[in-house]
């Protein structure tokens, strides 16, 4: 399984990026897929999530702002980032794994198994 995330750049704060993550092929079954971020000087966490039946989960500080979404048809997943801030600034990396993830572990990276190279997403106040 490989993935490719494109979308990334510099925006001003208050500004919008749409973040994809192309998937080669998805697992067999029911899968997971979620968005992490890692800023500078901090931990990488997990910020959204979605499964094979469209459940969704969002970490606190992207919740009302960020949208994940996902095209079966095209193997790809999309993050909507709108009210972007300088918090915001990371490297945003997609991942998938097989099964459904209990919303518990969905923004866990010990349930997935690929990841993507990732893409830089700069915001400036």
């Known amino acids: 399984v490989k993935l490719v995330e494109s979308g990334g750049g510099s925006v001003q704060a208050g500004g919008s990026l749409r973040l994809s993550c192309k998937i080669s092929r998805y697992f067999y079954g029911p899968y997971s897929v979620a968005w992490f971020r890692r800023a500078p000087g901090k931990d990488r966490g997990g910020i959204a999530s979605i499964n094979s039946d469209g459940e969704v989960n969002y970490a606190d500080s992207v919740m009302g702002r960020f949208t994940i979404s996902n095209d079966d048809a095209k193997n790809t997943v999309y993050l909507q980032m709108n009210s972007l801030n300088a918090e915001d600034t990371a490297m945003y990396y997609c991942?998938?794994?097989?099964?459904?993830?209990?919303?518990?572990?969905?923004?866990?990276?010990?349930?997935?198994?690929?990841w993507g190279q990732g893409t830089q997403v700069t915001v400036s106040s």
């Open positions: 991942t998938t794994g097989a099964g459904r993830a209990p919303l518990t572990l969905s923004l866990g990276a010990a349930w997935y198994t690929a």
